[in-house]
């Protein structure tokens, strides 16, 4: 899938960053354009792959949102025509998705996301994706708040919402902190191949995956998650019906963005590895698991020929079905606001529902 990226923030623009790297180092090209914006020009500055730009500096001079996400939404609001400027020729005739990538948790990427989003589905005939970095439950109460805040605003914007906690891609009892490296180096990878599976190479039976199956797995809208791990392929084509399935279990029951989110609408199964030793009975065995596990008939599949001594299984879930985390978040959200505004009643706690029912 042809693509261009937008990263807002610090965490969305040091995501775009590691995934138009890891795009150009494979070889893929499915990143046609790449461009992170941010009020802080501390943060822009470590950025060297993309392009970026700086939003915001008549208000705060380059210093950032400071975590607030109201103050990030305006500060991207008041350069939106700019961004959209210099998105220009970056999004190409040929790019078929548009993915804005941003921090749920802090300022400008959580309040600036959503005004982008907009923006873009204003002027674009494509879908238009968000990408959200989900706080961990050990990161700080105004991450999770912010977060709360901007779910609803974010699903309600982008065509579909890939959200990603964080932590869910590193090492067990590591910091967050201590792994964003480990974390935006797996989210390249992961959502990378998500990315190229639909541009692989021409002259290849049909089973291979098309770009229309991503579009189509995400056009229920809502949130996505996705699911990935591999193992080494054997010589044994037995061996391999096994691995297949295996490593397609992994990807769903352990390997996924968004760990509790395991009903979905519909879901995509790519298997990525050596055209031969993919294993038909395999795929097949797996997308029958999957459409039990999530309770879909709508399964998607294909393969993603790639030289590796690996298979490798992406599933990639759309519409889930009221994550138990997004649900604590947008609680803790309204429960934060409540706090500040003086007690709960029945009627907010009604409004709470119809935010969550709207939201899935
Ligand atoms: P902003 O610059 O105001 O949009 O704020 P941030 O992008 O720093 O958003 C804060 C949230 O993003 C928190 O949940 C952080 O843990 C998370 N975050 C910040 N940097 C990174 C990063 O490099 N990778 C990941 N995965 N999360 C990050």
Do not use: C
């Not at 990226?5 to 990143?31: C, H, N, P, S």
Request: charged content about 25%; glycine content about 14%; proline content about 2%.
């Amino acid at each position: 899938m042809k693509a261009a990226l937008i990263g807002v923030g610090q965490a969305g623009g040091k995501i775009t960053e590691r995934l138009a790297r890891f795009d150009a180092e494979m070889g893929f090209d499915a990143v046609r354009g790449a461009l992170a914006i941010n009020s802080a020009t501390s943060d822009l500055q470590s950025i060297e792959y993309v392009d970026t730009q700086l939003v915001g500096a008549d208000q705060v001079g380059g210093h950032g949102a400071g975590g607030d996400r109201d103050l990030g939404e305006s500060l991207v609001e008041s350069n939106v025509q700019q961004v959209l400027d210099e998105l220009e020729g970056r999004i190409t005739s040929d790019v078929e998705a548009i993915f804005v990538i941003a921090g749920l948790g802090g300022g400008t990427g959580s309040g600036g996301a959503p005004v982008i989003v907009d923006a873009l589905q204003g002027i674009y005939d494509k879908p238009v994706y968000a990408i959200g970095v989900v706080p961990g439950h050990n990161e700080g109460k105004l991450y999770r708040v912010n977060a709360g805040n901007a779910l609803k605003t974010v699903v309600d914007a982008a065509d579909a919402t890939l959200l990603i906690d964080n932590d869910a891609w590193h090492e067990q009892g590591e910091s967050v902190e201590g792994a964003y490296d480990t974390i935006n180096g797996n989210i390249a990878q992961r959502v990378g191949l998500l990315l190229a599976s639909g541009e692989a190479v021409e002259g290849v039976g049909a089973s291979v995956v098309d770009s229309s199956e991503v579009i189509n797995t995400l056009r229920s809208g809502g949130i996505a998650a996705l699911g990935y791990a591999s193992a080494p392929a054997s010589e044994d084509s037995a061996e391999n019906v096994r691995t297949v399935m295996t490593v397609s279990r992994q990807a769903l029951l352990t390997g996924t963005s968004l760990p509790d989110a395991t009903t979905a609408d519909s879901a995509l199964l790519v298997v990525a590895g050596e055209p031969e030793i993919i294993s038909r009975k395999g795929v097949e065995k797996a997308r029958r698991w999957i459409s039990e596990e999530v309770g879909s008939r709508r399964i998607r599949g294909g393969d993603f020929p790639l030289e590796s001594g690996r298979l490798g299984a992406l599933v990639l879930l759309g519409n889930v079905d009221r994550p138990g985390r997004v649900e604590d978040l947008i609680e803790e959200a309204w429960a934060a606001k409540q706090a500040s505004d003086g007690d709960r009643d029945d009627a907010e706690e009604d409004l709470i529902d119809d935010r969550l029912e709207g939201l899935f």
